[in-house]
């Protein structure tokens, strides 16, 4: 049910977006330094969602460039309107439901420095909770050579999420939907590899050979509470890592013609205090391995199409958890699919279908929220969004881009069930959200 609101609503998004466009935007630095439209290294003319030039390009340390300068900086908001089915807890500030908000806006340091040093730093200002916090970080060193016939990068990557620093959409960091609005309820659940985001430093090393095979190792350790709360963020959720967690991430990539296909694994390990809290004298252990894959189509006549997938297991030994009263078990498991496909006509105008399925171990201190004291959250998301000037052509300049969307999320089970879940007469489709967004970039 979208409500008498909407029309008033998509006029203001609209609105925001004119109001927001001669200050705001995304990384156009890029497209400045490598002489490209957005389009040449985002499929639908804006990120994150890369091409295969994109993803050389950030293989690559960010470093293709042009010319010999660029302005490195670059800035980007979001602003959404938000209807759910039935009305939710509110947020503070916030209404029950109907509510605009800005979303975020965010500052980026985006551009490669001579041939072997590159970076991606962005700080935002969250617009619901009302707080600036540091964002995305990736910073890398790279250096390109020709080994028994092979061309090879060799990289590293030193950046605050695992995954921040892929270059497939597919994993946590940067897969669909990408951009969400903290205001549009969600399941309380999600595999720990996506949930370390801003809350970890790490060191990965990469190898790329003949853009076919991607391999990368390294590990991620929790910085200090002091530095993450100056950093803006929460530093006892989820809590910290005991020692150093390693990951690892697998990839075999083909282009065949106009297609291009990706399939891949990866894993991360690790040892975690709950909320930093050591008193049990035991850390919890989480396992978390996966597939992935993706598949891309470029016609010639510029319209696209894409398929990106994962499946996530995750091992729970939650040893401190028990001890601390936290989870009743302590085996428990959790399992993550995600599956999306899009097309873009003439890569400027697109539609996309998600799937989503996240299910796991009953267990009545962890899950306690709801009556099924299980996890279990599912549906679809669909997405129709617009990007005029993705491929060139804006009337504010080679550095300005927007895209204007509207999303709607439709929920078959939420937090452990399809009815009553909270115990108290809640559905899973009273959480159904529709959201108007605009996104703009310079």
Same mark, same amino acid.
């Given at each position: 049910?979208?409500?008498?609101?909407?029309?008033?609503?998509?006029?203001?998004?609209?609105?925001?977006?004119?109001?927001?466009?001669?200050?705001?935007?995304?990384?156009?630095?890029?497209?400045?330094? *490598?002489?490209?439209?957005?389009?040449?290294?985002?499929?639908?003319?804006?990120?994150?969602?890369?091409?295969?030039f994109?993803?050389?390009?950030?293989? /690559?340390?960010?470093?293709?460039?042009?010319?010999?300068?660029?302005?490195?900086?670059?800035?980007?908001?979001?602003?959404?309107?938000? +209807?759910?089915?039935?009305?939710?807890?509110?947020?503070p500030?916030?209404?029950?439901?109907?509510?605009?908000?800005?979303?975020?806006?965010?500052?980026?340091?985006?551009?490669?420095?001579?041939?072997?040093?590159?970076?991606?730093?962005?700080?935002?200002?969250? $617009?619901?909770?009302?707080? !600036?916090?540091?964002?995305?970080?990736?910073?890398?060193?790279?250096?390109?050579?020709t080994?028994?016939?092979a061309? &090879?990068?060799?990289?590293a990557?030193?950046?605050?999420?695992?995954?921040?620093?892929?270059?497939?959409?597919?994993?946590?960091?940067?897969? !669909?939907?990408?951009?969400?609005?903290?205001?549009? =309820?969600?399941?309380?659940?999600?595999?720990?590899?996506?949930s370390l985001?801003?809350?970890?430093?790490?060191? *990965?090393?990469?190898?790329?050979?003949?853009?076919?095979?991607?391999?990368?190792?390294?590990?991620?350790?929790?910085?200090?509470?002091? !530095?993450?709360?100056?950093?803006?963020?929460?530093?006892?959720?989820?809590?910290?890592i005991?020692?150093?967690? =390693?990951?690892? /991430?697998?990839?075999?990539?083909?282009?065949?013609?106009?297609?291009?296909?990706?399939? $891949?694994?990866?894993?991360?390990?690790?040892?975690?205090?709950p909320?930093?809290?050591?008193?049990?004298?035991?850390?919890?252990?989480?396992?978390?391995?996966g597939?992935?894959?993706? @598949?891309? +189509?470029?016609?010639?006549?510029?319209?696209?199409?894409?398929?990106?997938?994962? @499946?996530?297991?995750?091992?729970?030994?939650?040893?401190?958890?028990?001890?601390?009263?936290?989870?009743?078990?302590?085996?428990?498991?959790?399992?993550?699919?995600?599956?999306?496909?899009?097309?873009?006509? /003439?890569?400027k105008?697109?539609?996309?279908?998600?799937?989503?399925?996240?299910?796991?171990?009953?267990?009545?201190?962890?899950?306690?929220?709801?009556?099924?004291?299980?996890?279990?959250?599912?549906?679809?998301l !669909?997405? &129709?969004?617009?990007?005029?000037?993705?491929?060139?052509?804006?009337?504010?300049?080679?550095?300005?881009?927007?895209?204007?969307?509207?999303?709607? *999320?439709? @929920?078959?089970?939420?937090?452990?069930?399809?009815?009553? @879940?909270?115990?108290?007469?809640?559905?899973?489709?009273g959480?159904?959200?529709?959201?108007?967004?605009?996104? &703009?970039?310079?």
């Open positions: 049910m979208i409500g008498r609101g909407f029309p008033a609503a998509l006029a203001l998004a609209l609105w925001l977006l004119a109001l927001t466009a001669g200050t705001a935007a995304a990384v156009p630095s890029f497209a400045i330094q *490598t002489g490209q439209p957005c389009s040449g290294c985002h499929v639908g003319g804006f990120g994150p969602q890369l091409t295969p994109g993803r050389q390009f950030k293989l /690559r340390g960010y470093t293709t460039r042009v010319g010999s300068f660029n302005v490195p900086f670059s800035a980007m908001a979001v602003a959404s309107y938000i +209807h759910t089915v039935a009305d939710q807890p509110p947020a500030g916030y209404r029950a439901n109907d509510n605009f908000a800005l979303d975020q806006v965010s500052l980026f340091l985006a551009s490669g420095f001579g041939t072997h040093l590159g970076a991606f730093v962005q700080a935002t200002y969250d $617009g619901v909770a009302k707080a !600036f916090h540091w964002d995305n970080l990736d910073l890398r060193a790279t250096t390109s050579a080994i028994k016939g061309n &090879v990068i060799l990289g990557s030193f950046n605050n999420a695992p995954t921040v620093q892929d270059a497939f959409n597919t994993l946590p960091a940067w897969g !669909f939907p990408y951009t969400t609005s903290s205001l549009s =309820p969600s399941g309380g659940a999600a595999p720990l590899i996506g985001a801003q809350n970890t430093m790490g060191l *990965t090393g990469y190898v790329w050979i003949n853009s076919q095979i991607y391999a990368e190792a390294g590990g991620y350790q929790s910085p200090g509470t002091n !530095f993450l709360a100056r950093a803006g963020v929460d530093p006892f959720d989820p809590g910290a005991r020692g150093t967690a =390693p990951y690892v /991430r697998v990839a075999y990539n083909r282009a065949f013609g106009t297609d291009n296909v990706e399939i $891949g694994a990866f894993g991360l390990w690790a040892d975690l205090y909320g930093r809290d050591r008193s049990a004298g035991v850390a919890d252990h989480y396992a978390d391995t597939l992935d894959a993706s @598949y891309q +189509h470029f016609a010639a006549n510029k319209d696209v199409i894409t398929v990106n997938g994962r @499946y996530t297991h995750e091992s729970q030994s939650l040893n401190a958890s028990q001890a601390l009263g936290l989870a009743q078990y302590r085996s428990d498991a959790l399992n993550e699919f995600r599956l999306d496909a899009s097309y873009y006509w /003439r890569d105008i697109g539609g996309t279908i998600g799937v989503f399925d996240t299910t796991g171990s009953v267990d009545p201190l962890l899950y306690g929220g709801n009556r099924t004291f299980k996890p279990d959250t599912s549906g679809l !669909f997405q &129709v969004d617009g990007t005029p000037f993705g491929g060139a052509g804006s009337p504010l300049g080679p550095r300005f881009n927007m895209r204007v969307g509207v999303q709607y *999320t439709l @929920y078959t089970r939420f937090d452990g069930a399809s009815h009553n @879940y909270d115990g108290a007469g809640a559905n899973a489709s959480a159904n959200t529709l959201r108007v967004f605009t996104w &703009v970039a310079y």
